[in-house]
Nanobody, 124 residues
Framework: QVQLVESGGGLVQAGGSLRLSCAASGLNFRNYAMGWFRQAPGKERDVVATIMWSGRNTYYADSVKGRFTISRDNAKKMVSLQMNSLKPEDTAVYYC?????????????????WGQGTQVTVSS
């Protein structure tokens, strides 16, 4: 049974930082591209950042480029999202996802497994 468990969300002031982590189990982690998505109230779930199995290639949404960094540790089966210079518009539930691909997946419909999400709230 595949499980993705996110942690690290919370309340932070604008300009602050948070680090999200996602622990994976029940899958051969090295065979999966990983991603972070977010969904604000009343909006679609959108991609934030993705990383291929090796960590060599990454993808970022334009809205987070230069502020967020995705990374992975295949030995620990974890993927992280370092979020700096947070803005109120970053407020959303953040989801970790896994795609059984050796490529760089960027679309939510490519991802096979999802975590339950962690709330990030940025106050102005």
């Amino acid at each position: 049974q595949v499980q993705l468990v996110e942690s690290g969300g919370g309340l932070v002031q604008a300009g602050g930082s948070l680090r999200l982590s996602c622990a994976a189990s029940g899958l051969n982690f090295r065979n999966y591209a990983m991603g972070w998505f977010r969904q604000a109230p009343g909006k679609e779930r959108d991609v934030v950042a993705t990383i291929m199995w090796s960590g060599r290639n990454t993808y970022y949404a334009d809205s987070v480029k230069g502020r967020f960094t995705i990374s992975r540790d295949n030995a620990k089966k974890m993927v992280s999202l370092q979020m700096n210079s947070l803005k109120p518009e970053d407020t959303a539930v953040y989801y970790c996802a896994a795609d059984a691909s050796w490529g760089l997946s960027t679309r939510k419909d490519e991802f096979d497994y999802w975590g339950q999400g962690t709330q990030v709230t940025v106050s102005s």
